[in-house]
């Protein structure tokens, strides 16, 4: 079995996960010690591994700058990035798009992701339905995308808009935003998992993370099939 692991105690760290799945760890930071995230990072980086960093603070982040490791950070998301060599770019598009200004954090971290994983995205910000015609005027551009990724919180209603309108995967990703019948995100989830629009998935609240994944994993199997085509 090649797949290993390194053990610093309070942690084990996936370092084979890139050779299984074409994507390397992630570390979720929220939770972990300054210290901790400098021992995680060194040890990423004496093996040359590029990892990413989700929910990260910026005293977290200068702490890991300070001990001398290459790392980078985006305030908006709070992502931690240390990248070693290039990136493989995967083909086609990711389109990005958020009801409102609030869900930007969300939105970013999900971009983030996937431009760090390969992926191309174009940001389509503040295009929620309460002024639909925001939305239809960028239509035909996030329609052109390989996958969408549609953000929003409140009635969570902006992705079944999209989804009626593409023929692209639509990745829905309900936010935290609204006010107290929102139940902190709970009322968009509901409303995108019961959407009758076809071709939606929905993660978790506020979990941008995942949907920047699952875009990049379906990027992944559109060049399989491509490359496959060609043989």
Do not use: W
Request: charged fraction near 20%; proline fraction near 2%; hydrophobic fraction near 40%.
């Amino acid at each position: 079995m090649t797949d290993k692991f390194n053990d610093l105690g309070f942690a084990k760290l996936d370092v084979s996960r890139q050779e299984r799945t074409g994507m390397s760890e992630t570390i979720f930071c929220q939770s972990k010690t300054k210290e901790q995230l400098v021992k995680i990072y060194q040890s990423f980086a004496n093996e040359k591994i590029s990892v990413l960093g989700t929910r990260c603070s910026k005293e977290q982040f200068e702490y890991v700058k300070q001990a001398g490791l290459p790392v980078e950070y985006d305030t908006t998301s709070q992502i931690m990035k240390m990248r070693f060599g290039s990136v493989h770019k995967l083909p086609g598009k990711v389109a990005v798009c958020t009801g409102g200004t609030s869900d930007l954090p969300i939105a970013e971290e999900a971009a983030q992701v996937a431009e760090f994983f390969g992926a191309e995205v174009e940001r389509y910000f503040d295009v929620g339905i309460s002024g639909i015609h925001r939305l239809l005027s960028k239509i035909e551009q996030i329609g052109a995308a390989q996958v969408i990724i549609s953000i929003s919180g409140m009635d969570g209603s902006l992705s079944s808009v999209i989804a009626s309108q593409v023929k692209a995967p639509v990745i829905s990703v309900p936010t935290s935003v609204g006010y107290g019948a929102s139940f902190n995100g709970l009322t968009a989830l509901l409303t995108m998992i019961n959407s009758s629009a076809e071709g939606m998935s929905v993660v978790n609240i506020d979990n941008g993370f995942g949907a920047g994944v699952l875009a990049c994993r379906i990027l992944r199997m559109i060049e399989s099939y491509n490359l496959g085509k060609q043989k």
